[in-house]
Each structure stands twice: as structure tokens, then as C-alpha cells.
């Protein structure tokens, strides 16, 4: 049973940075894909930043050149790092990872608020 495990969510101002940090239970190479996605109240999930098993990154346009998604394959680790954030940035921030054939896999969510 493949687990992902979100952490380092909170409260930050509108200009400051956050990293988040998706922990798999199983080696992160074994997924075609993993990414974060967020999910504001009211609003649909929308894909924020995504990294393929062979390294390459993609990112939604209302977060290119702020956000940046990497891995740690030692530690099975998802990380994305929030820059110059604003207040539409709040959201709950899900990790999601696919293997072919499969339906995808979802973290628990962590919170990410961005105060003005």
C-alpha cells in the first residue's frame, strides 16, 4: 500500500517563502510521476508542479519562477519550494504520484496559508 506523507505546511506572509515535503513509502523512482497540486476553498484541485521519474519538471503558469519542485531519491522524497508567495497561494497542497495502470495516489494535505 503506497503511502505519501505531507509535511511542512503553515502560516507565512505574502512575500515570504515555505517548502513543503511529500515522503513516500516506497522509492519515489518507482512512480512515471509525482507532484504537488493544491486545492482552495471553493475552488477545484488544480496541478501546481510536477516531476517526472526522469527529472523533468513542470509547473503551472501562476507559479513559474516562484516554485520549484525536486527530489531526494535517498530519503524517497517530493519537495517543492515556495518563493515570493502571495495570498492566492493559500490552499491545502497534495502530493500526488502515479504508476501506469493505477489510480493515482494522494497525501492527507498539508495547509499552506499566506497572510497579506
Known amino acids: 500500500q503506497v503511502q505519501l506523507v505531507e509535511s511542512g505546511g503553515g502560516l507565512v506572509q505574502a512575500g515570504g517563502s515555505l517548502s513543503v515535503s511529500c515522503a513516500a513509502s516506497?522509492?519515489?523512482?518507482?512512480?512515471?510521476?509525482m507532484g504537488w497540486y493544491r486545492q482552495a476553498p471553493g475552488k477545484q484541485r488544480e496541478l501546481v508542479a510536477t516531476i517526472t521519474s526522469g527529472g523533468g519538471t513542470g509547473y503551472a503558469d501562476s507559479v513559474k519562477g516562484r516554485f520549484t519542485i525536486s527530489r531526494d531519491g535517498a530519503k524517497n522524497t517530493v519537495i517543492l519550494e515556495m518563493h515570493s508567495l502571495k495570498p492566492e497561494d493559500t490552499a491545502v497542497y497534495y502530493c500526488?504520484?502515479?504508476?501506469?495502470?493505477?489510480?493515482?495516489?494522494w497525501g492527507q494535505g498539508t495547509q499552506v496559508t499566506v497572510s497579506s
Open positions: 516506497e522509492s519515489i523512482y518507482t512512480f512515471v510521476a
Open positions: 500526488g504520484a502515479i504508476k501506469p495502470g493505477r489510480p493515482p495516489y
